[in-house]
């Protein structure tokens, strides 16, 4: 019900800058709410990086706080996360997640399919 094109993954080295983007659209009923950025790495449970509310209102993870910056744009359904300074423990795979409004209500929760971010020298 919700189709996202996800962009920007790749590999980076430690100190550097990548830039994610996620375009969510629907052809259902309702429209796309709040998005955001989560991460899992093999073996462990999928955290939360950035999670931008449908008013606005911005959730940063303390490990991306500072480092890493949220944009969304309403028009199109894009979300922008640029990352600096990554570290190592960056490293994972980053998945584009999206609420479906309905009736001004958040009535289901979608994923993107992932994009992997590798930090190495």
């Known amino acids: 019900q919700v189709q996202f094109v996800e962009s920007g993954g790749g590999l980076v080295q430690p100190g550097g800058s990548l830039t994610l983007s996620c375009t969510a659209s629907t052809s259902s009923r309702g429209r796309i709410g709040g998005m955001g950025w989560y991460r899992q790495v093999p073996g462990s449970q999928r955290e939360l990086v950035v999670f931008?509310?449908?008013?606005?209102?911005?959730n940063y993870a303390d490990s991306a706080r500072g480092r890493f910056t949220a944009s969304i744009d309403k028009s199109n359904g894009r979300l922008t996360l640029q990352m600096s300074a990554l570290r190592p423990e960056d490293t994972a795979v980053y998945y584009c997640?999206?609420?479906?409004?309905?009736?001004?209500?958040?009535?289901?929760?979608?994923w993107g399919q992932g994009t992997q971010v590798t930090v190495a020298s």
């Open positions: 997640n999206a609420n479906l409004i309905r009736l001004g209500r958040p009535v289901q929760n979608f």
């Open positions: 931008i509310a449908d008013g606005g209102a911005r």
